[in-house]
């Protein structure tokens, strides 16, 4: 299909072979073989893709560094929920309250 947009045809000219994690592709499969699609196919648009634009058809980005500080914060924000460390609140009231610094946690903790 857009191999015809660069004259190319049906012709397959090259193989491709990637090592992937197995749940991950069939997750993908899952996913593109109710869009109607293989992965072969969504190879050769993206292929394409990449050819037109000149680069990837997606923005790729690493993040900066008030980014990587929020990544970093909510990272130590999940630990201390998963160690049970988290603050806890009776009421939804009581939690916007503490956030407002006006009452104590109902854990004790402050």
Do not use: C, H
């Not at 292929?47 to 058809?57: D, E, M, N, T």
């Amino acid at each position: 299909m857009y191999d015809d947009v660069y004259g190319r045809g049906d012709t397959v000219e090259a193989v491709i072979k990637s090592r992937i994690d197995a749940g991950l592709k069939a997750e993908v499969e899952q996913v593109l073989s109710a869009l109607g699609l293989t992965v072969s196919d969504v190879m050769r648009m993206t292929f394409a893709q990449i050819a037109a634009r000149k680069g990837l058809p997606f923005d790729v980005k690493l993040p900066n560094a008030q980014t990587m500080d929020v990544l970093k914060e909510s990272d130590a924000a999940l630990n201390r929920l998963r160690a049970g460390a988290a603050p806890r609140f009776d009421s939804l009231d009581n939690y916007f309250a503490a956030m407002d610094g006006k009452v104590a946690r109902s854990d004790g903790k402050n």
